[in-house]
Structure formats: structure tokens, C-alpha cells
């Protein structure tokens, strides 16, 4: 019997509460609340940090904060060419909010391009002073990509996601059961994939997909490499499959239903929970990514990883940005793990593991 | 003789069907992960510059040859080192922050938010441990660094640009980052043990060690077997960490294996090309290859195990 990696949908996925008996002395209890409560404070403790870097401005980055530092006051003395270069502020936006249409000289002082433009010095302040205190969140906003490249994200993870598990319920509704000696052969060559670092095959995919399928720069590239299935899919789609009861195969059949019919009227239906945990246990992998979208997209379509680290650099001046950068990037995902995180816990007991 | 004679057909129409639903997956499947390790293997017999490169000689063996002698060998077993160095903490990482939350999760009953916690880390990138490094331990900006000498207990602030801070912080934020993932693997592993079993061994009056050595053990090998390759195969493939902690900006502590690959097909493009294509192939397979196997071995294993 080998279909038992995940056979009974009930088991794996109990919940961790209540399902071990013993009785664990309270003071032992107390202790091990204690030890995982300073762990789970630590755990948090890079989070954090990330959070406050976002608002420190680079050049203050060498003074510990604990808390979003009190914004500098902008000097009016401050030039406006370096202004615009060390906050990458967009000149041409300035103008366009301050009304200006002619040539600012960089080397002119806030000052000064207050009194030749005739604009009241607060406003000047006003619009370099939010710069001064979102810096890192202005810099990768102001381009106004920074939605494009997440929709970009979102795009390939739930196109992905869907496809990717039809096709992995495709591949488990045939194999489940392991009736035949090819479907064993299958299901081995998927299990392969885990020991397959995708590093050791890069350079010759990379070949493949722009020289044969020609896909450079296209989001089919990354959906392609992400739907090709895999250990975990094939376990989770096959093991469900193998669950259902004969019965119900079998009723349609005797109804002269083919297995396309069986497929889409019975597994289809109910397979929402090994989609579930499919999901989530690719969704991280597929937005954290930074391989393929490095590699197979232009950065103009990045996926938010990639395009992260484009606020680095070889002498990466603007610290704050990258952080917010990073920030943002994981923002979204978080949420969506907050949200989910039942599904999450179940998905990631049940998982990989049993198979 | 017409009932058997149905029943071929409908068996017959079944493996045909099968065979439809098996078809597209397996096809991308093949493609572009069993395809390209097949066709590595001829180009790795050649002297490929690049990906452009069209004027391409066979050189039999010589790429073997050459990764072993200077100047790729340097790069070679330099990055080799430092890889299996950071794969052997990390396998010290899957047990002390895995195993041990695992346990403790499990022996004091406890779930929900500190599960939810504890996995959280996974959903940063990679590419976010490498920044979170530089965040946190940097000379002169890292936070902790800053924070500890603001407490008087550092007195010389960490660097991670210095290879040996970069070897011990990385496992460290690795062990972190993935505490989660392990301890869901080893806590399923638990939790499949039948109640009966443990309570006898109460009933017996076996000791905790004797507990875990005897009864838990056992019974989560199969999760230890995963974690093994999971942890094997992730850390000699360790990429967007290193690519994080500024591999391509000159940081020579970031330069592990997967980079060294890296630069060897794509170089040209971040200004850093070393050694030729057909080179980089040579280096992947001689490493990985064997990885795969004992990879594969372990699957076998565990599967063994299992049933």
C-alpha cells in the first residue's frame, strides 16, 4: 500500500490543541509558556527593526532608534540638485505640484528657487519635508511602478496557483491508487524534483526558455516554471485523490460516466482542501522568488522581489529605501498569511511531511 | 464473452484518459526540469562561452579538469567550503530551533498564536534574510550592533562584510527564518504517534530522555529524513540570501557555491564574468549530482519507512 501519504484527509490536519494526552506539571507548563513567549519575542524582533529602519533617513542610520525617529526640519539652505539626487525625488513632479514650468539650476538653494518662483517658502518646505520624513516609502512609491510590480506578482502567483492545481489534481486523479506500474514510475520522477536544486539546472533552463520557447521577458516564462508541478503537489493531489471512496467512483460509472466526468462532477468539487494546501505552501515560495524573475523577466516587469533588489547597489546610498522596499514587499504576503494562518498551520503540518 | 470484452474497453479507455490527465503536467515536468539536466550533460563536453556563443568546439573531459586547476579551482573549492561549512550549521539549525520548538510545542500542548509566530519568519524572502543581515549586524548601521553597544554589551561592533561574522549570522538568521517550516515537520511527525504509545511508556515510568529516545525518536524519522534533504538540497542551493548580502557587490563572505554558478552563465550581465558556460555546467553536475543521489537515496528511504 503506498497511497498512504496523506490518506485519510481527517488525520494531518488536527488541530495542534488537545490532541496529545498527558499531564505535563504546571510548573513545567509555565516554564515552557515562558521560554516560547522570549522566542516568539525575538522572532518578532527583526520585524521590527524593519519597520523603524523604513523611517530613519540613511544618513541618521548609524544612531540606534528604537521608535520612528522625530523628522529633521529641512534646511531651506539645502541645494536642490542634491536634494533630488540623495532622496531621488522626481524634479519633474515638483514642478508639476509647484506650478513651475521653466528649468530650476540644481545648484540653486530651496531659498532661492522659493523667491525666483514666486512660491511661498512653507509650501517648498512643506512638499521636501514629507520627503525627508517617508523617504524610503516616497522613493519606491514616487515612481508609481511600485503597484505595477506587485499587480505583476499577484498576477503570476494566482494564475499559478489556479493552473498549477488543476494540473496537479490532474496528475493525482490518474496516478492515485498506483494501479499500474507507470503511474509508480510518475510519481517517483515527480518526488525527484525536491533533490533537484533549481540552481543546478539554471543555466541549461535558462537556454531552454529563451532560446527554444523563446520567452524572454514574458510572465508565461515564470508561470511555466512554476506550474511544471513537483514532489509536494503530486503527493498532496494524489493522496486526495486516492481518499475518495471507490463508491463514489464507482456509481459513475455504473451511470455511464467516462473519468473526465468522474473528474470534473466529484474531485473537482471537493477539492478544496488539498488546493488549500497546495496554496499556501506555494503562494511563499512563488512571491519570495528572485531566481526566475531576476533572470527571466526585464526589470520594467520585475515581480517584487527582483525589483527589491534593485534599491540595492553596489554602493547602496539609500539604506531607508531598501528597507521600505523590502518592507512592502512583504507586507502583502503577511497579510495574507495573518489572515489564512489556520489554513497555513494545517497546510504546513500536512504538507511536505507525510509524504 | 461480451462481458470481458467491455470490460477491456473501458479499462483500455481508462489508461487512455489516465495517459490525457498525465500528459500536460508531466510534459512541462520533463521540459524543464529532467530536459534540461539531460542536456547539460553534451554541452558540458564543449567549450560553450555563453549563451550567444555560436562557434562551439567538443573538448571531451577537460572541463572536469579545469574547474580543479587554478584559476577556477580557487573560486571552486573556496565557495565549496564555505557552502558545506554554512549547510552543516544549518543542519545544526533544523534540530536546535525545529526540533526543539517542536518538542515544546507539543509536550506543553500549546498552538495557535505561537505556531502563527513562529511560522511568520517564512514569509520573508530569501533575498529579505541577506537585508536583514546587513540591517541588523552592518558595522556601522546595523541595529543590533547598535543596540548592543548601546547596552555595554558589545564592545566592537560586528561586521557582517567580515566572512566569519557572515558564517555563523547567516545560519543563524537561516535557522530563524526557516524555525517554522522545521518545526511543522517534526511536530506532524509527533503528532502521528498514537496516544497508546506514549502513555505506556508514562505507565512504564520511562524518564523524558528515555521518552524521546525510545518512543519519539523512532517515530519521527520520516521527518527527519525530510528535513535532511530539505535542508541539504535548500542550503547548497542558498542563492537569494547570498544575492541579499551584496554577492554581486563585491562581499566575498556572500560568494557560496549557487553564485559561483551564477556568474558562470550570467556574469557578463552584472560585469563579473568567471570562467565559460560549459564550466558553470561542470561545476552544477560535479556538486549537485551527487547531492541528488543521496537526495533521492533519503526519498527512498523514507518512503521505506513510511509503509
Known amino acids: 500500500m503506498t497511497d498512504t501519504a496523506l490518506s485519510s484527509p481527517s488525520e494531518p490536519f488536527r488541530p495542534v490543541r488537545g490532541t496529545q494526552s498527558g499531564r505535563l506539571g504546571r510548573p513545567a507548563r509555565v516554564f515552557i509558556a515562558t521560554f516560547l513567549i522570549i522566542y516568539t519575542f525575538v522572532t518578532l524582533v527583526p520585524f521590527y527593526f524593519l519597520f523603524v ?3 530613519v533617513p540613511t544618513k541618521d542610520s548609524t544612531r540606534l532608534h528604537l521608535w520612528i525617529p522625530k523628522p529633521e526640519e529641512i534646511s531651506m539652505d539645502s541645494q536642490f540638485g542634491n536634494l533630488a539626487t540623495f532622496y531621488k525625488i522626481d524634479v519633474s513632479h515638483f514642478k508639476r505640484e509647484m506650478g513651475i514650468t521653466g528649468y530650476i539650476n540644481s545648484s540653486l538653494t530651496l531659498k532661492e528657487v522659493a523667491t525666483d518662483f514666486n512660491l511661498p517658502e512653507d509650501k517648498v518646505k512643506a512638499y521636501y519635508q514629507s520627503y525627508i ?5 516616497y522613493s519606491i512609491f514616487a515612481a508609481g511602478k511600485f503597484f505595477n510590480h506587485i499587480f505583476g506578482t499577484v498576477f503570476v502567483a494566482v494564475v499559478s496557483i489556479v493552473i498549477g492545481g488543476f494540473l496537479g489534481l490532474a496528475t493525482g486523479s490518474a496516478l492515485a491508487g498506483f494501479r499500474k506500474r507507470w503511474h509508480l514510475w510518475v510519481y517517483y520522477l515527480y518526488l525527484l524534483q525536491i533533490s533537484i536544486a533549481p540552481i543546478m ?3 541549461p533552463t535558462y537556454l531552454i526558455m529563451t532560446r527554444v520557447l523563446n520567452l524572454y521577458d514574458s510572465y508565461l516564462a515564470l508561470i511555466l516554471l512554476y506550474i ?3 514532489a509536494l503537489s503530486t503527493m498532496v493531489f494524489t493522496t486526495y485523490a486516492a481518499s475518495i471512496p471507490k463508491d463514489l467512483r464507482e456509481s459513475v460509472e455504473i451511470d455511464g460516466g467516462s473519468f473526465p466526468t468522474y473528474f470534473f462532477r466529484v474531485l473537482l468539487p471537493l477539492a478544496r482542501t488539498p488546493f488549500a494546501v497546495y496554496a499556501s505552501i506555494s503562494l511563499p515560495v512563488i ?8 533572470l527571466f523577466l526585464s526589470p520594467e516587469k520585475f515581480t517584487v522581489i527582483p525589483m527589491v533588489t534593485q534599491y540595492t547597489g553596489t554602493f547602496a546610498t539609500n539604506l531607508q529605501a531598501t528597507y521600505s522596499g523590502l518592507l512592502f514587499a512583504t507586507l502583502p504576503l503577511l497579510a495574507v498569511y495573518l489572515v489564512f494562518q489556520r489554513l497555513f498551520m494545517r497546510a ?3 504538507g511536505a511531511v507525510k509524504g | 464473452m461480451s462481458a470481458p470484452k467491455k470490460l477491456l474497453t473501458t479499462e483500455r479507455k481508462r489508461t487512455l484518459w489516465e495517459v490525457v490527465f498525465v500528459a500536460p503536467q508531466l510534459i512541462l515536468y520533463v521540459g524543464l526540469t529532467i530536459v534540461p539536466l539531460l542536456i547539460s550533460i553534451p554541452i558540458v563536453l564543449t567549450n560553450r562561452a555563453n549563451f550567444t556563443d555560436l562557434t562551439v568546439d567538443a573538448v571531451g573531459l ?3 579538469v579545469n574547474i580543479f586547476q587554478f584559476p577556477l579551482s580557487d573560486i571552486f573549492f573556496s565557495a565549496l567550503a564555505r557552502t558545506v561549512l554554512l549547510t552543516f550549521l544549518n543542519y545544526v539549525t533544523v534540530f536546535a530551533f525545529g526540533l526543539t520548538l517542536a518538542l515544546l510545542l507539543f509536550e506543553g500542548k500549546f498552538g495557535g498564536l505561537f505556531f502563527t509566530i513562529i511560522y511568520l519568519p517564512y514569509m520573508l524572502s530569501g533575498f529579505g534574510v541577506g537585508i536583514l543581515l546587513i540591517m541588523l549586524f552592518s558595522r556601522d548601521q546595523g541595529s543590533l550592533n547598535l543596540l548592543f553597544m548601546e547596552m555595554g554589551v558589545l564592545k566592537t561592533p560586528f561586521d557582517i562584510k567580515d566572512p566569519s561574522i557572515t558564517a555563523v549570522a547567516l545560519p543563524l538568521v537561516l535557522g530563524w527564518r526557516y524555525a517554522g517550516f522545521n518545526m511543522a515537520l517534526f511536530l506532524s511527525g509527533l503528532l502521528s504517534i498514537p496516544i ?10 520511562a524518564s523524558y530522555l528515555q521518552r524521546l529516545r525510545y518512543v519519539y525518536l523512532p517515530q519521527i524519522v520520516p521527518s527527519i529524513i525530510i528535513a535532511t534533504i530539505f535542508c541539504l538540497i535548500g542550503s547548497f542551493g542558498v542563492f537569494d540570501e547570498a544575492v541579499g548580502l551584496g554577492a554581486f557587490y563585491g562581499n566575498p563572505a556572500a560568494e557560496f557555491f549557487a553564485i559561483s554558478v551564477f556568474k558562470m552563465g550570467f556574469g557578463t550581465a552584472i560585469g563579473q564574468q568567471i570562467g565559460t558556460l560549459a564550466e558553470g555546467m561542470t561545476m552544477a553536475l560535479v556538486v549537485f549530482v551527487p547531492l541528488t543521489l543521496m537526495a533521492a537515496y533519503l526519498v527512498r528511504l523514507q518512503k521505506r519507512l513510511q509503509y
Open chain 1, 201 to 203: 539546472i539554471i543555466l
Open chain 2, 196 to 205: 497508546e504509545t506514549i502513555e505506556a511508556s508514562r505507565v512504564d515510568g
Open chain 1, 287 to 294: 512571491w519570495n522568488d528572485l531566481l526566475y524573475g531576476f
Open chain 1, 133 to 137: 520624513t517617508y523617504n524610503g516609502i
Open chain 2, 62 to 64: 577537460s572541463n572536469f
Open chain 1, 348 to 350: 504546513a503540518l500536512a
Open chain 1, 53 to 55: 529602519r523604513s523611517f
Open chain 1, 228 to 230: 511544471k508541478g513537483g
